[in-house]
């Protein structure tokens, strides 16, 4: 786990929220250094915090720390946010790791075979069969923290047929 004290680095860390998985269990040479897999709702990065589109499963090191539930005061070290408006539901734990390590991350769907398997696969529209199912999109919400295209802008700046 990542050192949640006030330090140089501390830029550099990122709070996993989320809760561990009770029914999958990481096996073998990836279950080195205690890893386990935990639904995770959202996270905080250099005193923000963010919201998943729609939980992931994250895989993650450690037992976590448990994460104050209500109003009552919590760790400026657990949370990484200094002002909270909203509160954390009971049962929340957090992972803090270094935004370097390495991860894996599974987008779950479920439903019905042909809902999540024959119709993106058999599907002839022209749309990937990745994009009908997961809707990354709304998943990662990549668009509101990155905002690319309020910074590039090329096409007002090169002008080549003019």
């Known amino acids: 786990m990542a050192d949640l004290n006030e330090t ?27 890893a386990v897999l935990a639904r995770i709702y959202g996270f905080s990065f250099e005193g923000q915090y963010y919201k998943l589109a729609a939980p992931s499963i994250f895989k993650v090191h450690g037992d976590g720390k448990a994460v104050t539930p209500g109003q009552d005061p919590i760790d400026l070290g657990i949370v990484g946010i200094e002002l909270k408006s909203d509160v954390f539901a009971n049962n929340v734990t957090m992972w803090a790791h270094d935004k370097t390590d390495h991860s894996v991350r599974l987008d779950s769907v ?53």
Do not use: C, N, W
């Open 8 to 34: 140089l680095m501390a830029s550099s860390v990122i709070r996993l929220f989320g809760r561990k998985m009770t029914d999958l269990k990481v096996e073998g040479e990836s279950a080195k250094g205690g």
């Open 110 to 162: 479920a439903g019905t075979l042909a809902d999540i398997l024959l119709t993106p696969e058999l599907s002839d529209d022209g749309v990937t069969a990745r994009a009908q199912l997961t809707g990354r999109a709304q998943l990662t919400g990549r668009a509101q923290l990155t905002g690319r295209a309020q910074l590039t802008g090329r096409a007002q700046m090169t002008g080549r047929a003019e």
